[in-house]
């Protein structure tokens, strides 16, 4: 039998000594931050950013009792306007994102490829096309720029510092691709949370 979100939450919250996280609220939840460093990390300088245009975390780390399970791993390029720009153009369709994402000291995910090719958005898209009226009908749903994880997920426990190491490659050549001048990696991690709650915690 597959475990659930919750089930596999609670395990390793069990595993950790947790006793009170399974008395806590739970629902999706997402986590995001952009390497302005050009560092090839995301989410260590989070504490320095504190604006919602590139984080929503204050550091990456969670308070007593608040977990996330990661479920999908999604990234994006953000320009200096702080618009989503599309990968593929700035990078070429023959670039790669390899990355790893660290919890604690360890490397719960090691040189996971994410490729350019594709739409410019983070989670999905819909691709139009000009109907026979004229007027744009949906013609596909296209996920692009991420890595799913339902039904297996990693979790991010309490008061643990983690991050994402990428690099940029070229497929054909193998060759490092620099950052371009002007934009960078943004990153969302994106889940089932676990969140402070008052009505059991106070």
């Given at each position: 039998m597959a475990l659930s979100a919750q089930d596999k939450i609670l395990y390793v919250a069990n595993k950790l000594g947790l006793s009170s996280l399974g008395q806590m609220q739970g629902s999706t939840g997402a986590v995001y931050?952009?390497?302005?460093?050009?560092?090839g990390q995301i989410f260590t300088s989070a504490s320095r950013h504190q604006n919602p245009g590139i984080t929503n975390l204050t550091q990456n780390e969670f308070e007593v009792n608040e977990a996330l399970l990661v479920e999908n791993i999604a990234f994006y390029v953000r320009n200096e306007a702080g618009s989503v720009v599309n990968f593929q153009t700035i990078y070429g369709s023959n670039a790669v994102i390899v990355y790893d994402l660290i919890i604690g000291n360890k490397r719960v995910m090691k040189d996971t490829p994410v490729f350019a090719a594709g739409s410019p958005f983070t989670f999905a898209n819909t691709a139009n096309f000009t109907g026979i009226n004229g007027?744009?009908?949906?013609?596909?749903?296209?996920?692009?720029?991420?890595?799913?994880?339902?039904g297996a997920g990693v979790l991010i426990p309490p008061q643990v510092q983690w991050y994402v190491d990428y690099r940029i490659f070229n497929v054909v050549t193998g060759a490092t691709i620099a950052p371009t001048d002007g934009t960078a990696v943004g990153c969302y991690l994106f889940g089932t949370r676990v969140l402070l709650n008052f009505n059991t915690s106070i």
């Amino acid at each position: 039998m597959a475990l659930s979100a919750q089930d596999k939450i609670l395990y390793v919250a069990n595993k950790l000594g947790l006793s009170s996280l399974g008395q806590m609220q739970g629902s999706t939840g997402a986590v995001y931050d952009v390497d302005t460093d050009l560092s090839g990390q995301i989410f260590t300088s989070a504490s320095r950013h504190q604006n919602p245009g590139i984080t929503n975390l204050t550091q990456n780390e969670f308070e007593v009792n608040e977990a996330l399970l990661v479920e999908n791993i999604a990234f994006y390029v953000r320009n200096e306007a702080g618009s989503v720009v599309n990968f593929q153009t700035i990078y070429g369709s023959n670039a790669v994102i390899v990355y790893d994402l660290i919890i604690g000291n360890k490397r719960v995910m090691k040189d996971t490829p994410v490729f350019a090719a594709g739409s410019p958005f983070t989670f999905a898209n819909t691709a139009n096309f000009t109907g026979i009226n004229g007027e744009a009908e949906l013609q596909s749903f296209l996920p692009r720029h991420q890595t799913f994880m339902e039904g297996a997920g990693v979790l991010i426990p309490p008061q643990v510092q983690w991050y994402v190491d990428y690099r940029i490659f070229n497929v054909v050549t193998g060759a490092t691709i620099a950052p371009t001048d002007g934009t960078a990696v943004g990153c969302y991690l994106f889940g089932t949370r676990v969140l402070l709650n008052f009505n059991t915690s106070i």
